[in-house]
């Protein structure tokens, strides 16, 4: 499992194995507020860097989730119907999103590490 | 002015704490030229009376509903609304307040939109409803927008049956919205066979029932060849005291249901305002337009209601909303609530049967007319009838005479020669023995 | 902490001491169940005739199976609805301060006038010739609005606002194809409402949005600068969102025309300016006006309304179906695409329109005429100015200087209090009032946009203010459980929009668990 790395719009992937998993930071599900569904694509589905891969909704805001990196959809986070809270309490963590067949692993070295992020988001206040 | 408490004084001493000389002052940005120097071009403001006197002046002139013999349908129907039903509209509470976005001091607003869903999912035989749309025909193009979004495909195939209205506010929706309808040409009397229009490419296919000859059909065969093929089977009802009697649309497949809810609780109103009704499966809730209530608690643990899924409306999604809709029909979906409950379990389906039984007779009366042939084979209060005549002239001559007999159908199908001498006819529980002679008589004089 | 638990502590922290009762009810305020919970198999609140036996002509689709709707008498129907709307707050109970909503007094002439058996009791469809009135009705309605709009022409059918804007778009979409030059984007500034976005979408255009200026008007050099000749059309609100006059509104017309698009007008805030100024003098191709709002007709708790569209002569060829003409023979309903009416987009509505709502806002506007109609706008301004000043000093303005109808705060008066603007409207509500708008426009953080209208009198202004200059002086000492637990004297507290959302619960069905507070 490697360091995940951070994109503008405040999502992070991160590699398992030959698999990119992908989610939102806690900042954005502090700005989202408490998580009411997420609407996720189905296994199969080829999504590619920088579009529309998912959609998180919280009673206030919905929001486009995009993807970080391009890749097929190896699998969807389905604990996430029964219980979209996972995103807000453990949004790197339970609150994965998708799993990706990745096409370039090389995607990844274009986007921010954890500390480039973090300053990133302290800019954003 | 009687609806402006400000007096001269208080105007005087607001401008001098707003440290203004005068209001103009507080129009300053407005561009000179644009800028009225004297009242616009309009009578000066009038006391009730006047207002009564040039208003009732104008209803004066109109031919009431229940002043002559009324068997006028088409979408829209005189039926008996209990008085209790605008006492209760009329409290303050319910007119003068508004969308509740303020849940806690909203309950009652929010409680009886929950009571609506409940009675809209009941009467439809779907599993759930929204808080209501502007009228039927606007539900019918959101449905077909929804179908379209739910299937990922752009194609809608529409019935003969469907209302003309119905079918024209989708050939607008469709335009510009950017779809596709294959809209099926009236044809009264005989059988479509929309199945075989079904393909790959269709998102769904909406009928009427009755549809808008009055006919009655079993939709639950198309309903089958439309999920086969991936696609949604929408059902419009346009007089929606029918499913007291009527096998609803949940029961014959439906996926989505658009209806005009007007029959209960609302005015004839010369077309509006009416009300838009919009069920469907649960499934499928999330891509479903309009306002929706949702039941939760308080800090207490207390049961209460809320706006909810809000996130797919308007003024969250912005471009990206499921519909560009703000407005429900609010007190007309109360006035529906109301008339419901107190009609009940064995209210509507005794309304139902006693709208069935007048239209029973009413074509029985019809049929022995000479020269005058009933298209019907089911039908629950509306039916359609060939003259052998083009039938707008008499309506026409009837209306002079004091009868409303129903409406032409050229008036909603101007350009069809073949189809000018049909005339549709509505009863309700509202028509008379004495009503229906004078109808025939009249036909019968008319046609002689 | 979610949102939810920490309202949940805050509400345990904050006691009433008030005796439970036996009952559940206080006074006044009773807990009443759903309908459906107070069945009684066979009652009927209604008594109809039973007809007497026919043969059945439905076709072998009779019904069959329960409805399952509840039996309920008229006592109890009467009581049930009576209880509910004890729960309501309204224009009748008190001020209604919700930015661009203009909750101004309903007046009942409305009612009785739309009662009337001559327009209420007569069928879109019966033979035009038995509703002359109807049709002379609608006609002086019209007349009202295209002088006081200025415009040629008005569309009719939108049953509402958001519905208005559609066909407005609609019109210029098809105004612009019928002149061989589509074009693609919609120019929506970023303090428009959502409507405006998700019509523009709707008509199949692509939105740009336009910033405001630190004056909080639209930035008229990035307005320019998005120009081009793909720009269709310009949604401007004017006075704008903010409570701000546009005051370079004529220079953008100038331009939005230069380059070739039309400028649509959101009328929502008309009140701000009927009978001072006529959009038409001000470049304005297109504007809906909301009857619900400016002409008093009631809001209903959400609707019906009416949203009909002012159209310059340069696309009142595509104003949608029906029209009403001044033929030969007198007032005539044209309902379908012939002869002038062939560029007509079509039907956006059943039937003719929301002639409920036209007799009302007719009535309104008969009963204050040009003169009172100018001194509603004045009124209107007035009194949101007035509370500008009394409030300014201890909210934070989001905007200097004069407003119109309406005057926008943001919440920089509660930076560092932990109480947010949603708390703020919470502990307004407990006080007595409704709040005003929060959270709209997103131009600034945190927005409360108040408008009074100007059936509000001074005393009630008063009130109001010192009550909202209280609240931000209690927020700002440090008082924040008031805050954070609010509403507490209300038939309900706060409710859990969270699992409303989560594990949505949109009918009554049989044996429905009742839900006890999680978390």
């Known amino acids: 499992m490697s360091a995940?790395?951070?994109?503008?719009?405040?999502?992070?992937?991160?590699?398992?194995?030959?698999?990119?998993?992908?989610?939102?930071?806690?900042?954005?599900?502090?700005?989202?507020?408490?998580?009411?569904?997420?609407?996720?694509?189905?296994?199969?589905?080829?999504?590619?860097?920088?579009?529309e891969a998912a959609v998180v909704e919280s009673v206030k805001a919905a929001s486009e989730v995009y993807a970080p990196v391009s890749g097929e959809v190896a699998e969807v986070n389905d604990g996430l119907a029964a219980d979209p809270a996972k995103v807000n309490a453990d949004p790197l963590g339970e609150g994965w999103f998708m799993k990706l067949r990745l096409d370039d692993a090389g995607q990844l070295d274009g986007l921010m590490d954890e500390a480039a992020y973090q300053r990133f988001v302290e800019e954003q206040h | 002015m009687r609806y402006l408490p400000l007096t001269p004084a208080d105007r005087g001493e607001m401008l001098a704490r707003i440290g203004v000389p005068s209001i103009d002052a507080l129009f300053a940005e407005v561009p000179v030229a644009a800028r009225l120097n004297s009242l616009v071009d309009l009578p000066r403001a009038m006391?009730?009376?006047?207002?009564?006197?040039?208003?009732?002046?104008?209803?004066?002139?109109?031919?009431?509903?229940?002043?002559?013999?009324?068997?006028?349908?088409?979408?829209?129907?005189?039926?008996?609304?209990?008085?209790?039903?605008?006492?209760?509209?009329?409290?303050?509470?319910?007119?003068t307040s508004y969308t509740p976005y303020q849940p806690e001091v909203s309950q009652g607003t929010l409680q009886y939109l929950f009571e609506f869903q409940t009675q809209v999912a009941l009467l439809t035989g779907m599993e759930v409803a929204n808080a209501s749309l502007y009228d039927g025909a606007t539900a019918g193009a959101e449905a077909v927008m929804m179908a379209n979004r739910l299937t990922g495909r752009?194609?809608?195939?529409?019935?003969?049956?469907?209302?003309?209205?119905?079918?024209?506010?989708?050939?607008?929706?469709?335009?510009?919205?950017?779809?596709?309808?294959?809209?099926?040409?009236?044809?009264?009397?005989?059988?479509?066979?929309?199945a075989r229009l079904v393909d790959g490419g269709t998102s769904c296919v909406v009928v009427q029932n009755p549809d808008f000859w009055g006919e009655l059909r079993d939709w639950s065969a198309l309903g089958r060849t439309c999920h086969d093929l991936g696609a949604l089977l929408i059902v419009v009802v346009?007089?929606?005291?029918?499913?007291?009697?009527?096998?609803?649309?949940?029961?014959?497949?439906?996926?989505?249901?658009?209806?005009?809810?007007?029959?209960?609780?609302?005015?004839?109103?010369?077309?509006?305002?009416?009300?838009?009704?919009?069920?469907?499966?649960?499934?499928?809730?999330?891509?479903?337009?309009?306002?929706?209530?949702?039941?939760?608690?308080?800090?207490?643990?207390?049961?209460?209601?809320?706006?909810?899924?809000?996130?797919?409306?308007?003024?969250?999604?912005?471009?990206?909303?499921?519909?560009?809709?703000?407005?429900?029909?609010?007190l007309c979906a109360l006035a529906f609530t109301i008339h419901l409950a107190l009609l009940g379990e064995s209210g509507l389906p005794r309304l139902a049967r006693l709208n069935h039984a007048a239209a029973v007779a009413l074509a029985e009366r019809l049929h022995g007319i000479p020269g005058v042939q009933l298209l019907n084979r089911a039908f629950f209060n509306e039916v359609t009838v060939r003259l052998p005549r083009p039938a707008a002239p008499v309506v026409e001559g009837l209306a002079n005479r004091g009868v409303l007999a129903g409406i032409p159908v050229s008036r909603l199908y101007p350009g069809r020669p073949e189809l000018a001498d049909l005339l549709l006819v509505a009863a309700t529980e509202m028509v008379t023995d004495a009503d229906m002679g004078r109808l025939t008589r009249g036909l019968a004089e008319a046609l002689s | 902490?979610?949102?939810?638990?920490?309202?949940?502590?805050?509400?345990?922290?904050?006691?009433?001491?008030?005796?439970?009762?036996?009952?559940?009810?206080?006074?006044?305020?009773?807990?009443?169940?759903?309908?459906?919970?107070?069945?009684?198999?066979?009652?009927?609140?209604?008594?109809?005739?039973?007809?007497?036996?026919?043969?059945?002509?439905?076709?072998?689709?009779?019904?069959?199976?329960?409805?399952?709707?509840?039996?309920?008498?008229?006592?109890?129907?009467?009581?049930?609805?009576?209880?509910?709307?004890?729960?309501?707050?309204?224009?009748?109970?008190?001020?209604?301060?919700?930015?661009?909503?203009?909750?101004?007094?309903?007046?009942?002439?409305?009612?009785?006038?739309?009662?009337?058996?001559?327009?209420?009791?007569?069928?879109?469809?019966?033979?035009?010739?038995?509703?002359?009135?109807?049709?002379?009705?609608?006609?002086?309605?019209?007349?009202?609005?295209?002088?006081?709009?200025?415009?040629?022409?008005?569309?009719?059918?939108?049953?509402?606002?958001?519905?208005?804007?559609?066909?407005?778009?609609?019109?210029?979409?098809?105004?612009?194809?019928?002149?061989?030059d589509p074009r693609r984007r919609v120019l929506v500034p970023e303090s428009a409402h959502g409507t405006n976005p998700a019509t523009a979408a709707a008509c199949g255009y692509a939105v740009d949005p336009i910033p405001a200026n630190e004056c909080g008007r639209v930035d008229r050099a990035a307005l320019e600068s998005k120009l081009g000749p793909d720009v269709a059309a310009l949604m401007l609100t004017n006075p704008n969102t903010c409570g701000l006059f546009e005051d370079e509104i004529v220079e953008i017309a100038d331009a939005v025309h230069r380059a070739g698009a039309f400028f649509y007008c959101d009328g929502a805030n008309f009140n701000a300016i009927v009978g001072r100024v006529r959009?038409?003098?001000?470049?304005?191709?297109?504007?809906?006006?909301?009857?619900?709002?400016?002409?008093?007709?009631?809001?209903?708790?959400?609707?019906?309304?009416?949203?009909?569209?002012?159209?310059?002569?340069?696309?009142?060829?595509?104003?949608?179906?029906?029209?009403?003409?001044?033929g030969e023979q007198g007032l005539e309903l044209v309902e379908y695409k012939s002869g002038p009416a062939g560029t007509a987009i079509g039907r956006l509505k059943g039937y003719h329109g929301q002639m409920g709502m036209f007799v009302r806002a007719l009535a309104y506007m008969m009963s204050h005429g040009a003169d009172g109609l100018q001194q509603v706008a004045e009124d209107a301004v007035l009194n949101a100015n007035y509370l500008r000043v009394l409030l300014?000093?201890?909210?934070?303005?989001?905007?200097?200087?004069?407003?119109?109808?309406?005057?926008?705060?943001?919440?920089?008066?509660?930076?560092?209090?932990?109480?947010?603007?949603?708390?703020?409207?919470?502990?307004?509500?407990?006080?007595?009032?409704?709040?005003?708008?929060?959270?709209?426009?997103?131009?600034?953080?945190?927005?409360?946009l108040i408008e009074p209208t100007e059936t509000e009198s001074k005393a009630t202004l008063d009130e109001f203010a010192a009550v909202v200059t209280a609240l931000s002086g209690a927020a700002r000492s440090g008082d924040t459980e008031r805050f954070h637990a609010a509403p507490i004297l209300t038939p309900r507290r706060r409710l859990d929009e969270t699992a409303a959302a989560r594990k949505p619960v949109l009918r009554w069905r049989p044996e429905l668990p009742r839900r006890e507070a999680a978390d």
């Not at chain 2, 104008?58 to 008085?83: D, E, K, L």
């Not at chain 2, 194609?155 to 209205?165: D, E």
């Not at chain 2, 005015?267 to 509006?272: I, K």
Request: hydrophobic share 40%; glycine share 12%.
């Open chain 1, 4 to 51: 995940p790395r951070f994109t503008k719009d405040h999502e992070w992937v991160r590699l398992e194995g030959d698999l990119a998993v992908i989610g939102i930071t806690d900042y954005a599900q502090s700005q989202l507020g408490d998580v009411v569904y997420v609407e996720l694509p189905e296994p199969g589905h080829r999504v590619e860097q920088g579009k």
């Open chain 2, 47 to 95: 006391g009730e009376i006047e207002v009564e006197r040039a208003i009732g002046r104008m209803a004066a002139r109109n031919v009431a509903a229940g002043s002559a013999p009324f068997f006028v349908g088409g979408g829209a129907y005189r039926h008996h609304v209990p008085a209790a039903v605008d006492h209760l509209i009329q409290r303050g509470e319910f007119l």
């Open chain 2, 154 to 194: 752009k194609r809608a195939v529409l019935s003969g049956g469907l209302h003309p209205h119905y079918r024209e506010v989708c050939e607008t929706y469709a335009r510009f919205v950017g779809f596709e309808l294959a809209a099926q040409s009236p044809a009264p009397g005989e059988a479509e066979d929309l």
């Open chain 2, 238 to 330: 346009t007089e929606i005291v029918s499913l007291g009697a009527v096998r609803p649309p949940g029961e014959m497949g439906a996926d989505i249901v658009a209806a005009e809810g007007q029959s209960l609780g609302n005015a004839l109103s010369f077309g509006g305002p009416y009300l838009g009704l919009l069920a469907s499966r649960d499934k499928f809730v999330r891509q479903m337009p309009g306002r929706l209530v949702g039941q939760t608690v308080d800090a207490d643990g207390k049961r209460g209601w809320v706006l909810t899924l809000s996130t797919r409306e308007q003024h969250i999604r912005r471009e990206r909303a499921t519909s560009n809709i703000c407005t429900n029909s609010g």
């Open chain 3, 1 to 180: 902490m979610s949102e939810w638990s920490r309202a949940l502590s805050a509400h345990a922290a904050q006691d009433i001491a008030a005796p439970k009762t036996f009952s559940g009810n206080r006074g006044l305020q009773i807990e009443e169940k759903l309908i459906f919970e107070q069945d009684s198999p066979g009652l009927c609140g209604v008594n109809l005739p039973e007809p007497a036996a026919f043969a059945s002509r439905l076709g072998e689709l009779e019904r069959v199976g329960p409805i399952g709707l509840p039996g309920l008498s008229e006592p109890q129907v009467v009581r049930h609805f009576t209880r509910l709307s004890q729960k309501n707050y309204a224009i009748d109970s008190g001020l209604y301060p919700l930015g661009s909503c203009t909750m101004k007094h309903n007046p009942r002439l409305n009612e009785k006038l739309a009662r009337l058996t001559g327009l209420a009791d007569i069928h879109p469809l019966q033979p035009l010739s038995t509703v002359p009135g109807a049709l002379e009705l609608i006609d002086t309605l019209t007349h009202w609005l295209k002088t006081l709009t200025g415009m040629p022409a008005i569309a009719l059918s939108p049953g509402a606002g958001a519905h208005g804007e559609l066909c407005g778009m609609m019109t210029i979409r098809a105004a612009l194809e019928a002149g061989g």
């Open chain 3, 279 to 326: 959009p038409a003098d001000l470049g304005i191709d297109c504007m809906h006006l909301n009857l619900h709002k400016t002409f008093s007709t009631p809001h209903g708790g959400g609707g019906p309304g009416s949203g009909p569209v002012a159209l310059a002569g340069t696309l009142a060829p595509y104003a949608p179906l029906p029209w009403l003409v001044h």
């Open chain 3, 392 to 448: 300014e000093d201890n909210l934070s303005l989001s905007f200097p200087g004069p407003c119109m109808h309406e005057v926008l705060f943001d919440d920089r008066f509660l930076r560092d209090t932990g109480v947010t603007t949603l708390d703020f409207a919470k502990a307004l509500i407990d006080e007595g009032y409704h709040p005003m708008t929060m959270y709209f426009p997103l131009v600034v953080h945190g927005a409360l």
